[in-house]
Antibody, heavy 120, light 107 residues
Framework: EVQLVESGGGLVTPGGSVRLSCAAS????????MRWVRQAPGKGLEWVGR??????????DYAAPAKGRFTISRDDSENTLYLQMNSLKTEDTAVYYC???????????WGQGTLVTVSS | DIQMTQSPSSLSASVGDRVTITCQAS??????LNWYQQKPGKAPKLLIY???NLETGVPSRFSGSRSGTDFTFTISSLQPEDIATYYC?????????FGQGTKLEIK
């Protein structure tokens, strides 16, 4: 069974940093195309960025609000996905989900999410 | 960026009703569209992938279809447990983009 468990969320002051982790199991992590999606309180879903498998080039792409402030990385030896978030703004307050696709079609799996609150 | 225009934003229907939600893409996305169900406090759950395909374990009353850049999600007979917010997602282009969501309520 695919499991994705996010951690690292919490209260952060504006301008601060936080690193989220997503521990994966139940599939070959190194083959997974991994994505971060966020959801501000009471709002819709927003794609943050993705990292594809190293065998497909390991390309990393970001949504405009994340470019230059967020960094996505992966450790295939630890089956873990990361999201380093710097220069945080109040509008970054959201539940952050990691998702994976590895079957070559549109099927994906989601973690339970971790809440990041940016507030003074 | 591809815009996904989802409608309606909210919907009230009775148990047993046929319910339809649409997403219109601003350009061709082929069949690269998923439909998700999200209940309060929970992660989105995949229902339909690649526009038409029912995810394993999802009841057959859920279905998806496509006509050009218009995508339709249908619940053939609404059940009380279907109360949720539904989202479409296009993954043909980066950035991937979601529809605004449809909040479904029971009348």
């Amino acid at each position: 069974e695919v499991q994705l468990v996010e951690s690292g969320g919490g209260l952060v002051t504006p301008g601060g940093s936080v690193r989220l982790s997503c521990a994966a199991s139940g599939f070959t992590f190194s083959s997974g195309w991994m994505r971060w999606v966020r959801q501000a309180p009471g709002k819709g879903l927003e794609w943050v960025g993705r990292i594809i498998s190293k065998t497909h080039g390991g390309t990393i792409d970001y949504a405009a609000p994340a470019k230059g402030r967020f960094t996505i990385s992966r450790d295939d030896s630890e089956n873990t996905l990361y999201l380093q978030m710097n220069s945080l703004k109040t509008e970054d307050t959201a539940v952050y989900y990691c998702t994976t696709s590895y079957s070559g079609d549109g099927r994906d799996h989601w973690g339970q999410g971790t809440l990041v609150t940016v507030s003074s | 960026d591809i815009q996904m225009t989802q409608s309606p934003s909210s919907l009230s229907a009775s148990v047993g009703d046929r319910v339809t939600i649409t997403c219109q893409a601003s350009q061709d996305i082929s069949n690269y569209l998923n439909w998700y169900q999200q209940k309060p406090g929970k992660a989105p759950k995949l229902l339909i992938y690649d526009a038409f395909n029912l995810e394993t374990g999802v009841p057959s009353r859920f279905s998806g279809s496509r006509s050009g850049t218009d995508f339709t999600f249908t619940i053939s007979s609404l059940q009380p447990e279907d109360i949720a917010t539904y989202y479409c997602l296009q993954y043909n282009n980066l950035p991937n983009t979601f529809g605004q969501g449809t909040k479904l309520e029971i009348k």
